[in-house]
């Protein structure tokens, strides 16, 4: 079911119109009253009591439309279509209305624990943008379209969470962590999916809280400062070999000191343990012979 325009016109005519029956109905009433008190015409009296009931009806018609809404129109139960245009507006009065908010919406889910895709529970949730599309097929296609979003974004969410590790092991593969982009899209159009039969359009869905699960946080953590403390020493080695290999070459060009292999090896011991140790050295004086 699409939705499709419903029958409404501008209301405030139609208020003219229905001042304009009152005072009718009124003054045939009053008139045959005053006219004859003693026997008033009945035909006039019921004429002008006809023409009162007419208008008290047709007020039920006048309806409100406000910015950024919808009004979904009902005929003994069929759907006769949805009126978007704001103001005060007229249809027919047998018609039953139900107001449909079109402003964006957002909501958080809560901290879901679910399993990632190495098996390692975390907490996650997220914040979805949200707003109603197809009034017809909100109303019509599902039973509380608004509850309906809730459970189907966080059903969304537990998926998402499923296909992705926790940390990359490898550069290449995409984690919950390091690849903020390719998840949230990942993640609005899976909730997208969901969401498209009940008229629903997803503006944006970000994850709003990533954590390891308590009873794993700790070692998790050790892990990820392992990682960090062999990143960092991979560094310094890679600094330290560069600066020995410096220092030898310049030594040999300059023609400072001849040295065996023996002693540069000693030298490139005694410098890599200076330049990576993470204690301040204490130098020896050689104040003796070379060898």
Known sequence: MNEHNGFSVAGIPFVGLC????????????????????APPLF????????????SFMLKGFFQVAPNEGQVLQLFGKYAGTVRQEGLR????????????LRVRNFESGKLKVNDNDGNPIE???VVVWQVLDTA???????????????????????????????????????LRSHGD?????????IQ???????????????????????????MLQRQQAGAII?????????????????????????VVNLDEERKAAMVSNLLVVLCGERGTQPVLNTGTLY
């Open 19 to 38: 001042l304009v029956l009152a005072g009718i109905g009124v003054t045939l009433v009053v008139s045959a009253i005053h006219g004859h008190p003693d």
């Open 44 to 55: 006039q009296v019921f004429t002008g009591v006809i023409v009162l009931a007419i208008d």
């Open 90 to 101: 007229w249809t027919n009065p047998f018609y039953s209305r139900q107001r449909i908010s």
């Open 124 to 126: 996650i949730g997220a």
């Open 137 to 175: 097929e909100a109303v019509f296609c599902v039973d509380d379209y608004e509850n309906y979003v809730h459970i189907q974004s966080e059903s969304a969410l537990r998926q998402m969470a499923q296909s992705y590790p926790y940390d990359a092991h490898e550069d290449s593969k995409p984690s």
């Open 182 to 190: 390719e998840i949230n899209t990942h993640l609005r159009d899976e």
């Open 193 to 219: 999916t969901r969401l498209g039969k009940a008229g629903v359009q997803v503006v944006e869905a970000r994850i709003s809280h990533l954590a390891y699960a308590q009873e794993i946080a700790q070692a």
């Open 231 to 255: 990143a960092a020493r991979t560094k310094i080695v890679e600094g330290a070999v560069s600066m020995v290999e410096m220092a030898l070459e310049q030594l040999s060009q300059r023609g």
